[in-house]
């Protein structure tokens, strides 16, 4: 016996990355139904190479009788509606972030820390972390259990996609207008993107810190160990999918090279390529569509004792967000629910 799934934010990225993923890994679904604001009622989203899914409104969804709720909608959207959604029996894994800091709301990576899981029942809410954190956390994973990681100096370099429709629009008709020689005004962003950077992702909070960087410091500590100290420095880069990260971490104790890269060798959810050439490492442009998270450029730290750096890309709309959704609601499905 399947499921009744409902994907809530069907039309966006996310949602329809979402919609995909579950087809894709034969999620065990009885029903499904794409849920979106009335503006996109009556709209067609895939489901599969040969289901067509018409969006119906989310404000007047009935969760009732169903089962699993993947969720994408926008933070505010989300307050208002996972919580009706797990008050009518229907168990939600909420990709925004409103609930990944709730004491009672379990913020999951499957590889990490999935006996997480078993706190949903505090509020029918499990929560998936922000995308630039999924990536480290399954890199970090295997190095804490090895070595015990004291601390984490973090620079990423995040793809458009992480703003959604509007921010890949926004790199598209801004590299065209530099090409044909027309007038840029970044409407998505504080500054252009096309053909630059820039060191600013969400808002600036009082130290400095933009909510980008505090979200991988709070959310690491939530998922892997509140003893870890992370400083990070968010940058959105003109690259329509995918992150990269260059993480530096420091050990309480020695960790050779060959011992981290055997970990990263042995990890679920890990590929190691890093062949010291050129070309041996990975790029955005290659895990576009993959699922895994991809490491290179391993390397010791002199500077610091028992250090260690690396390069970490992942495609952030699948393992940053529908994918790791997908395999909480895997996990879910098959220890708890249990049809």
């Not at 630039?132 to 090895?146: D, E, F, N, R």
């Not at 909510?211 to 870890?228: F, G, H, N, P, Y």
């Not at 420095?233 to 420091?250: K, L, Y």
């Amino acid at each position: 016996m399947g499921y009744k799934v409902a994907v809530i934010g069907a039309t966006g990225n996310v949602g329809r990355e979402m919609l995909k993923t579950l087809a894709e890994r034969n999620f065990p679904v009885d029903d499904i139904v794409a849920l979106a604001s009335a503006r996109s009622v009556g709209r067609e989203v895939s489901f599969g190479d040969t289901k067509i899914l018409k969006v119906k409104d989310l404000a007047t969804f009935d969760f009732k009788g169903w089962d699993i709720a993947l969720s994408s909608p926008g933070a505010k959207v989300s307050a208002e509606h996972s919580p009706r959604a797990a008050a009518a029996g229907c168990v939600v894994v909420d990709n925004t972030s409103h609930f990944r800091m709730d004491p009672d709301v379990p913020l999951v990576v499957p590889e990490v820390n999935p006996d997480a899981i078993a706190q949903y029942k505090k509020k029918g809410i499990i929560a998936n972390p922000n995308c630039s954190t999924i990536q480290m956390v399954v890199a970090l994973k295997p190095l804490h259990t090895l070595g015990k990681i004291k601390r984490v100096v973090v620079s990423t370099y995040q793809s458009v996609s992480g703003a959604g429709k509007e921010g890949m629009d926004e790199l598209f008709e801004q590299s065209r207008a530099v090409f044909v020689n027309d007038a840029i005004k970044p409407q998505k962003f504080a500054k252009q993107i096309a053909f630059n950077l820039i060191p600013q992702i969400d808002v600036f909070m009082e130290d400095g810190s933009t909510k980008e960087e505090w979200k991988m410091v709070v959310e690491t500590k939530k998922i892997l160990d509140a003893s870890i100290e992370v400083h990070a420095t968010c940058v959105r880069v003109p690259v329509f999918v995918s992150h990269s990260e260059t993480v530096n971490v420091e050990f309480a104790k020695p960790v050779s090279v060959e011992e981290a890269t055997q970990a990263f060798r042995d990890a679920p959810g890990v590929i190691v390529m890093d062949t010291r050439e050129p070309g041996g490492y990975v790029t955005p442009l290659e895990t576009t569509g993959e699922d895994a998270v991809y490491i290179s450029r391993i390397r010791k730290d002199p500077t610091v004792k028992n250090g260690i750096s690396f390069w970490c890309v992942s495609d952030n709309l699948r393992k940053g967000a529908a994918l790791n959704a997908v395999q909480i609601a895997e996990v879910l499905a098959r220890d708890y629910l249990k049809k």
